[in-house]
């Protein structure tokens, strides 16, 4: 496995593509011990290169070559080379014909890469390099070439043959066989190609488009499933709306399919016509699903929906432009949910999974740009940076250039690149073209890796009645980056008076006062601003809305926090100086904890969040975000060297000390809200997801106090509720509980009933591997034994093994190093049967350097044990190498 993969790719080597594909023509042949494919390839030379003609070298790997023709002429092994990655063979004219002929097996593909069989059908997965596991191709994403595909297959088995584009003909063979044609108009690279045959039934519906064309929807699952579509569909429909009405972006095809299939390594996939997802991305319903689950279908839909245009009609020019289709994509699908719910509770969650899991990312040992300049396996560079912190560049873009001139640049862009392959520099050239704003210092935020540091300090001056921020950024070293650049950070703020007002702002040199919160643009190492006619000494409210990516500190004093969280005009900034505020209460305690001392909480912090439990007026959900203590792999992140046990003793005093002190008011919400959703059926709106939101944070602060009404409040909610949202918070209250009859009862009748549907016992094993209780360890080695769970299903060893090693702090961090040890045993495991899962999996032992040194020892032996176990994968062998760096 690991020879030829794990050389280094660069971006500075990029060449355009030798020969083009204009037509791609696919006839698969569907069996159950193997599979034909014959593709006919309509190829010519670059016409843009010069008119000599190179070799022709195709992607290819994993295929059995039964014949192939070049223009009608059948080759012998002479007239190609074969390795097991490339087919090469020199052509003699400019234009010319490809006819082969190959055999692959999706029945025994685990990778899920390619082609594959996932509970019985057939599907697809060929982004980023899985096309080559079906035929030799050019397999580069500026390869784009016109499709028609036809599959034929046993027509009882698989009653159902899609693939992308439009249905153009169909028709049945002999035995019991039949088979359908599928034509797509548009060119795509082969990375958009998907296939897909199985037993199932669809939802249908129909979406009117700006230009008054119909266009028909299908949600395709398996028969059990039909009743979970619905949350999907009207999330399908509101999309298509959103993309006409905020970007202009209508549909193009008569037929718009998502298929769900159980076995998905991500989470979807935004083929032309013909998205697949991971069924726990489509399915949903009250009985069944979450809120959260609920808000991530929406989202999904969303995200996958919207790369029709941003990643399919402008699609990648190389893999090291992922992040033009992926951040774009998903800055597009942010919006889109904060408009469909609230928009300060999303960005607030968006913002604490960043700093917590991009920040991390961005501090070890794989951190890359959002525009990387080099990769081993392209797989492993699916990454929070590219995803997340590639939103954040594109949200930056918006607030430079305002509402307005983004849509103008956005349309430039899409205008200006239809049907072609582009790089992120076009993208940011369409923005400045469009703007007349110059973006070339921003650039770096493309190209240099790490989390950028603003620190910030004020002076007050009475009697010039001034006010100077000082700004200075700085940028720490990442692999292969030692020295950085200053970066360009709007900062959005504000200035508040002693009553807790705005200030209009006037900057020294401006006539007059303009907004009471203005971006700043920091572009310097060391950068003042000066207000004028400041009568008294305001309390600044800064990075409003998170404004950039960056670690701001201010020396914010605990009064001064409180203050901000009641009256900051920015409700995300209420949010931040809650966090805030906890940080430094817990940051506190970890300390006596560390130095043996009697812990003591601040107060404050209980008196912030009485005021908060008892203010009626505000927000539901904004009150649970703000309930909600920092994670404790945010404390992680934010250490200089992690104390876990330190970290979980700490927030674990705080919660009982929060519990108790504010048992009545918490109390009183839980039950006004338990009242309220006992009357009401479920609705996947945001208002009820603030109530229950709400509500089932009181009830895990309630249950730390052991009080007998509150566990008789939590086993009437689990029993007596129509919804997951609810019943789960009462199983996780439970698990995590000392009452150990009911929790057995519980999980017990919990498994039973739903021991049918995957998606929920995915939720069954989660709650069990983030229960902090001791024997955590063991608790996992149990349930891998349980019937419900394999490690072919990447779901269920996200769900079992994932949460274990990522939210399971202190007991996967156990100090004999055995959670180390098992977590390295399933990554060996995994190694052979899905690289891609394997090395997704790895991440929390290339975060050793944050630990103490025994614990880092144990953390590098369990990698470098990993090294040694045999072939790697291209996959595992980057993470484990560049992690011991
Ligand atoms: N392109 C997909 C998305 O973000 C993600 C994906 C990548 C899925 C690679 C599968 C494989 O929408
Ligand atoms: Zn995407």
């Not at 203010?615 to 104390?643: C, F, H, K, N, W």
């Not at 929060?658 to 959703?677: G, M």
Request: proline residues 4%; contains cysteine.
């Amino acid at each position: 496995m690991r020879t030829e993969q794990s050389k280094t790719i660069y971006l500075k080597d990029y060449r355009a593509p030798d020969y083009l594909i204009d037509e791609t023509h696919l006839t698969f042949e569907l069996f159950e011990d193997h599979t034909l494919v014959h593709a006919q390839l309509v190829m010519r030379r670059n016409p843009e290169l010069s008119a000599e003609l190179p070799v022709l070298s195709l992607d290819g790997q994993q295929l059995e070559l039964l014949r192939i023709t070049l223009d009608d002429r059948e080759l012998t092994a002479a007239d190609y080379q074969l390795s097991d990655s490339h087919l090469t063979l020199q052509p003699t004219q400019a234009s010319f014909v490809i006819d082969s002929t190959v055999r692959i097996h999706p029945e025994s593909n685990t990778a899920l890469e390619g082609l594959y069989k996932s509970s019985g059908m057939f599907c697809t997965q060929c982004e980023a390099e899985g096309f080559r596991k079906i035929t030799y191709y050019l397999d580069r994403p500026d390869v784009m070439s016109k499709f028609t595909t036809t599959v034929s297959g046993d027509k009882q088995k698989y009653p159902i043959l899609l693939s992308n584009g439009n249905p153009i003909a169909s028709g049945s063979e002999e035995g019991g066989r039949h088979w359908a044609t599928w034509e797509d108009p548009f060119k795509k690279p082969a990375y958009l190609f998907a296939l897909v045959a199985g037993d199932l039934w669809c939802v249908e519906d129909k979406f009117t488009t700006l230009s008054s064309r119909e266009v028909t929807l299908r949600i395709y699952v398996e028969p059990e499933n039909i009743d979970k579509v619905q949350h999907a569909m009207d999330s399908l429909k509101k999309s298509m709306k959103w993309d006409e009405e905020v970007y202009g972006r209508e549909y193009d095809l008569d037929i718009f399919m998502i298929v769900a299939v159980n076995d998905f390594n991500m989470g979807a996939m935004e083929n032309k016509g013909l998205n697949i997802f991971n069924s726990s991305c489509v399915l949903a319903r009250a009985e069944t699903a979450t809120d959260a689950a609920h808000q991530r279908v929406e989202a999904v839909v969303a995200h996958e929906y919207f790369h029709n245009w941003s990643g399919n009609r402008v699609t990648c020019r190389d893999w090291f432009q992922l992040s033009l289709k992926e951040g774009f994509t998903v800055f597009r699908d942010a919006e889109f949910s904060a408009d469909m719910n609230s928009r300060t509770v999303k960005r607030i969650e968006d913002v604490a999974y960043l700093r917590t899991h991009q920040f991390a990312e961005d501090a070890g040992p794989m951190a890359h740009p959002v525009r990387p300049d080099a990769y081993m396996e392209i797989s492993n560079f699916y990454t929070l940076t590219i995803y997340e912190k590639g939103s954040e560049v594109l949200r930056m873009i918006h607030t430079l250039l305002g509402n307005q001139a983004f849509r103008k640049g956005s349309d430039l862009y899409f205008e200006r690149h239809d049907g072609q392959a582009v790089t992120c520099d076009d993208f940011v050239k369409a923005m400045e073209d469009a703007s007349g704003i110059d973006l070339t210092q921003f650039k770096r935020w493309y190209t240099q890796a790490g989390t950028p540091r603003l620190a910030v300090s004020e002076a007050f001056d009475a009697t010039a009645r001034t006010y100077t921020l000082n700004f200075t950024q700085s940028c720490p070293a990442t692999p292969g980056q030692s020295d950085k650049l200053p970066f360009v950070i709007p900062v959005e703020l504000g200035l508040l008076d002693a009553r807790g007002n705005d200030l209009p702002l006037r900057l020294q040199g401006e006539a007059a006062a303009s907004g009471t919160s203005r971006v700043l643009s920091v572009t310097e190492a060391q950068q003042s601003f000066t207000f004028v006619d400041i009568a008294e000494q305001p309390l600044p409210s800064l990075l409003r809305g998170f404004s950039a990516p960056v670690k701001l500190s201010f020396p914010y004093d605990r009064d001064q926090l409180m203050f901000l969280m009641q009256h900051d005009s920015d409700g995300f900034n209420r949010w931040e100086a809650g966090q805030q505020l906890s940080v430094q209460v817990l940051q506190e305690l970890i300390g006596q904890q560390q130095r043996g001392e009697a812990l003591v909480l601040d107060q404050r912090l209980v008196t912030a969040l009485r005021s908060l439990l008892q203010d009626g007026r505000l927000d539901q959900a904004m009150v649970a975000e703000m309930l909600s203590l920092p994670g404790e792999a945010y404390l992680t992140e934010i250490s200089e060297v992690a104390d876990v046990e330190a970290i979980h003793g700490a927030r674990e005093f705080a919660r009982q000390q929060l519990a108790e002190a504010l048992f009545e008011p918490l109390w009183q919400r839980y039950q006004a809200n338990r009242e309220v959703s006992k009357g009401t059926p479920y609705v996947a709106e945001a208002e009820h997801f603030a109530r229950r939101s709400l509500q089932n944070i009181a009830l895990s602060y309630l249950m730390l106090t052991g009080k007998p009404e509150v566990l008789a409040a939590t086993l009437e909610q689990y029993e007596a509720c129509d919804n997951m949202t609810e019943r789960l918070t009462a199983l996780a209250v439970l698990v995590n509980s000392p009452f150990e009859a009911e929790r057995g009862k519980a999980l017990e009748a919990f498994a039973e009933h739903f021991k049918d549907n995957a998606l929920v016992m995915d939720q069954w094993f989660s709650v069990q591997a983030a229960s902090t209780l001791p024997g955590g360890l063991q608790r996992v080695q149990a349930l891998m034994q349980h019937p419900a769970f394999t490690l072919k299903n990447p779901n269920k060893v996200r769900a079992l093994i994932g949460a274990f090693a990522g939210q399971n702090l202190v007991n996967f961090h156990l100090a004999d190093g055995s959670g180390y040890r098992f977590l390295a045993d399933q990554v060996i495991t995994l190694n052979a049967l899905n690289p891609q899962i394997a090395s997704r999996l790895l991440a929390p032992l290339t975060r050793w350097r944050k630990y103490a040194a025994a614990r880092q020892a144990l953390m590098k032996a369990e990698l470098e044990r990993i090294l040694a176990s045999g072939e790697l994968s291209a996959d595992v062998y980057e993470v484990v190498s560049k992690s011991l760096a």
